[in-house]
């Protein structure tokens, strides 16, 4: 179907409390009205997702901004008017209007304007905010094309719109607005470095505090098929991998040949070491490595600046299946 078709089909879905797989520029969305309380309840049944993990809200035109937070501090108006639309979301002190079941019963609203055109005429079609999860289930690497959308929740949507593969490809960075300061809730798609440079010094919770800020990040999460490993150096893969198929997740291109012969398969996430690259690549890279039958997937770091924080994050928590 055509996209135009598909995205009117879709907002036709949405305003009868159906359940749409939508596209944006960091991975697919699993969408439902954020005001029909039904609609909500399915996309956690679909997910398989604890109802204590809130939803975020997904808008397409600033107008909704004043209608669903109750109160819009200075810093958190300035990250808006440069950032949105964008892959930034921010918690604001949440309207009575929003449904408890979206905010799991929190005080505060998680807001987002996705720069994904398909998503924003979709949302200003149904005229409503759209709550939507990653279209993943819960604790799976997320699904940056239709196809991996299809492939795990195929049979339980309504419809999946199938606006090409994400070109962020990682979780949108989420800013707390609750507390006095800024504060980082999850590191993504939008570098700390460009919000510091508009807020000023932004909050990084330790990780052991992360999961009382944001009830939905528990430490483990993204868990490939097969264990994943992460490692400081290649040096390192001799020592895990005897009699086992060692798939290799690396920023920058190694050569195979040249040093190892106990990887089996090598995925690089950019040619030039370029992390925007690599963060666009990492969760098709991931599932890549599981499709592939390794019984290991071990992992390089990669530099902690730009979006190698979000990238880091997410290898991290993947890694914490196996512990
Ligand atoms: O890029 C994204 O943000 C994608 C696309 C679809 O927009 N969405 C996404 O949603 O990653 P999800 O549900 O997979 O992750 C949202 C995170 C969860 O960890 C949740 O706990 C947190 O946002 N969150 C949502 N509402 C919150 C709130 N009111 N207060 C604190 N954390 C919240
Ligand atoms: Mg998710």
């Known amino acids: 179907m055509e996209l135009t078709k598909q995205i009117e089909k879709g907002a036709d879905i949405l305003r009868e409390g159906g359940v749409v797989a939508l596209p944006t520029e960091t991975v697919y969305g699993l969408g439902a009205s954020a005001f029909n309380e039904k609609a909500l309840a399915r996309v956690f049944e679909i997910k398989r997702r604890p ?4 939803l975020i809200l997904h808008i397409s035109n600033i107008k909704w901004l004043d209608n669903l937070a109750a109160d819009i501090p200075a810093a958190a108006k300035n990250l ?8 930034l979301t921010i918690v604001l002190p949440k309207k009575n209007c929003v449904p408890d079941i979206a905010t799991s019963g929190l005080p505060g609203v998680a807001l987002r304007m996705p720069s994904n055109e398909t998503a924003r005429a979709l949302i200003e079609l149904a005229g409503v905010p759209v709550a939507a999860p990653s279209a993943n289930l819960f604790g799976s690497v997320s699904p940056t094309t239709a196809k991996h959308v299809e492939d795990q929740l195929g049979g339980s949507v309504d419809i999946i719109i199938d606006g090409g593969p994400c070109t962020v490809g990682i979780e949108s960075t989420i800013i707390s607005f609750m507390n006095a300061a800024p504060t980082l809730l999850r590191p993504g798609g939008t570098p700390l470095e460009e919000i510091e440079s508009i807020t000023g010094k932004v909050i990084i919770p330790a990780r052991e505090d992360f999961v009382n800020h944001s009830p939905g990040r528990s430490e483990q999460h993204y ?3 097969a264990p994943l ?8 893969i001799p020592s895990i991998s005897v009699d086992k198929k060692v798939g290799l997740l690396s920023l920058e291109p190694i050569d195979k040949n040249l040093f190892l012969s106990n990887i089996d398969v090598i995925e690089c996430l ?5 992390l925007r690259e690599a963060a666009c690549n990492l969760f098709a890279a991931m599932r890549r490595l599981d499709d592939c039958g390794a019984d290991i997937i071990a992992a390089l770091p990669v530099p902690n600046t730009g979006l190698g924080l979000a990238i880091n994050d997410r290898l991290y928590r993947a890694s914490r299946k196996n512990v």
């Open 270 to 274: 950019s040619e030039n070491g370029d």
């Open 229 to 236: 490993l992460l490692i400081n150096s290649i040096d390192d």
């Open 51 to 54: 109802f204590f993990d809130p």
């Open 223 to 225: 868990a490939t098929s």
């Open 80 to 87: 808006i008017e440069k950032i949105w639309p964008g892959p």
